[in-house]
């Protein structure tokens, strides 16, 4: 129960930023800076997305880690990438 809970806030926060970073992406904005701003705050989501962008990336064929992954680029991703976030938000 505890476990599901924290999922639904996470999923929440997510869909707070995501639909932040696709506004600002209609306005032609950056918006990195606020998603970054919004994975210090959220520590607790980082882990997660960066595993779940580390995934990602190896299915593409990339021979990534998700130790490599910087707070930086994930907010790229999550600003640029719409297939990211879309699994993102479903993850």
Not at 22 to 42: D, V
Not at 70 to 90: H, V
Request: hydrophobic letters at 45%; a neutral charge; one cysteine or more.
């Amino acid at each position: 129960m505890k476990h599901l809970a924290m999922r639904i806030v996470i999923s929440l926060l997510l869909v707070s930023v995501l639909s932040i970073c696709a506004g600002a992406q209609t306005q032609g904005s950056g918006l990195q800076p606020e998603a970054q701003a919004f994975l210090q705050k959220h520590p607790e989501v980082v882990d997660q997305l960066k595993g779940l962008l580390a995934r990602q990336l190896q299915q593409q064929g990339s021979a990534i880690d998700q130790q490599a992954i910087s707070d930086a680029m994930l907010a790229a991703r999550l600003q640029t990438d719409p297939t990211f976030r879309a699994s993102a938000l479903e993850y």
